[in-house]
């Protein structure tokens, strides 16, 4: 009797791991899906209105959205790896899933390299690099990572802001596969230094992403913590960066310096108001104090990464209410922006190829509602049908094909290692672009 009170209490006790896990990913997803209607917005609405200043969707998502992405390709990159260091046994398949992942994304984001830089700044190129960068720090303890993602934050700001005059001057425009050919040296400075989306700089990003996913993601203290570091981290970049700039005199020295500068008054304006092009001018130190959007300053790459993280965290969160009605609601909210964001690749070039198309000839207001109704009702009719969106399976079959292989050829007799095969920490579904 008491044998099969045992099996009876431990059977009860399943589905309820089994929902926890599950309300987690979904709380992740959730996060995915509201940085993919994010980045939408900043492409399709605009950025100011008539009098100059910023707009609602601006000022919420402007370089918010882009910097969740990035947080979450390193929970990304945590889940893929079993969300814990990578042992010696698994390094052949964990460096070939991530080299493969790369190259896949990367060839993804060239082609879509026709794409009009003006509309939209195509971030999978950039995301390449990222995850050839994450293959050393997969191998790090987490305090590690941490202190690299420090370092990112703080010291590769000032790295870029001595290197930009050595460094070819950005195009901006969205690169394509010829660029491999005839600029590769180019590609190369762009995407990791001068670009919109600078790789050694979002290398800020993918730590802090690789951490939280190494993570107990489904306990309620873990989600609040996020939430409250990441709101603190948010609220000390402002009031550092205000500080600096108003009480330490660092906005003045910024237009005592403007006759050096290689922007007119009214391109520093915007760029103080609006945000940059992922850097800014090598004119004076102080420019690393802004906190403006796409600026790469320490302010900028803190704030960012700490509203990701609060947000996180709050969607991680609501996961935890007791009250039914509560729940259910929740449940209901959580679910359309879960499935899409279980394939924002796929939606992401979905949206790339819709705004640079002969079919988007609505005004902004409009397209970006429409746009944002299919995303839902796509992601929830594919999720029901099948699953994972074509360029999530694709990547992921290819991912795999190469893991097994490595192991192969290094003589080993499973292809990953058992806390990479458990099937909810291993969620690459949404690949986060």
């Excluded at 730590?207 to 309620?220: D, E, I, S």
């Excluded at 873990?222 to 409250?228: F, H, N, R």
């Excluded at 660092?250 to 103080?272: F, M």
Aim: net charge positive.
């Amino acid at each position: 009797m008491s044998q099969l009170t045992a099996l009876a209490t431990r059977a009860r006790s399943v589905p309820a791991k089994v929902m926890t896990a599950s309300a987690r990913l979904v709380a992740v997803d959730a996060t995915r899906g509201i940085a993919l209607l994010g980045m939408m917005a900043v492409h399709v609405l605009p950025e100011s209105d008539a009098n100059g200043q910023s707009t609602w969707s601006f000022l919420i998502f402007g370089g918010r959205a882009a910097a969740a992405f990035a947080v979450l390709a390193g929970a990304t990159v945590a889940f893929m790896t079993g969300r814990r260091r990578v042992t010696r046994a698994a390094a052949m398949s964990t460096v070939a899933a991530l080299a493969t992942r790369a190259l896949a994304v990367g060839a993804i984001g060239l082609a879509l390299g026709y794409a009009d830089a003006a509309l939209a700044a195509v971030i999978l190129p950039y995301y390449a690099v990222l995850f050839l960068l994450a293959i050393p720090l997969v191998f790090l303890p987490s305090w590690a990572v941490a202190l690299v993602g420090v370092i990112a934050m703080t010291g590769f700001p000032a790295l870029t802001h001595v290197l930009i005059p050595e460094l070819p001057v950005p195009t901006l425009l969205n690169p394509t596969l010829s660029y491999l050919v005839h600029q590769p040296v180019a590609l190369l400075s762009e995407l990791s230094v001068t670009g919109e989306y600078p790789a050694l700089t979002w290398l800020t990003y993918l730590c802090a992403g690789l951490v939280v996913g190494r993570m107990n993601l489904a306990r309620l203290r873990t989600a609040l913590g996020l939430l409250t570091a990441g709101a603190a981290l948010a609220l000390a970049a402002w009031f550092v960066s205000w500080a600096l700039l108003n009480h330490f005199g660092g906005l003045a020295q910024i237009w005592a310096a403007q006759p050096d500068s290689v922007l007119t008054e009214s391109e520093t304006t915007d760029l103080l108001a609006l945000g940059g092009d992922g850097t800014t001018p090598a004119s004076t130190w102080w420019w690393l104090a802004v906190d403006a959007p796409h600026t790469g300053s320490p302010p900028d790459l803190m704030g960012t990464t700490g509203t990701a993280i609060a947000m996180l965290g709050g969607l991680l969160a609501l996961t935890h209410l007791r009250q039914p009605v509560l729940r259910r609601a929740v449940r209901v909210v959580q679910a359309p922006l879960a499935a899409a964001g279980g394939m924002t690749l796929t939606l992401y070039t979905a949206h790339i190829m819709f705004i640079n198309s002969d079919y988007d000839t609505y005004d902004s207001a409009t397209s970006y509602l429409l746009q944002v109704a299919a995303v839902l009702l796509i992601g929830l009719g594919w999720r029901a049908s099948a699953g994972r969106g074509p360029l999530e399976a694709l990547v992921s079959a290819l991912t795999g094909r190469a893991r097994r292989a490595a192991s192969r050829n290094a003589g080993s007799d499973t292809p990953t290692p058992a806390s990479a095969a458990r099937p909810v920490p291993d969620d690459t579904r949404g690949l986060s672009p």
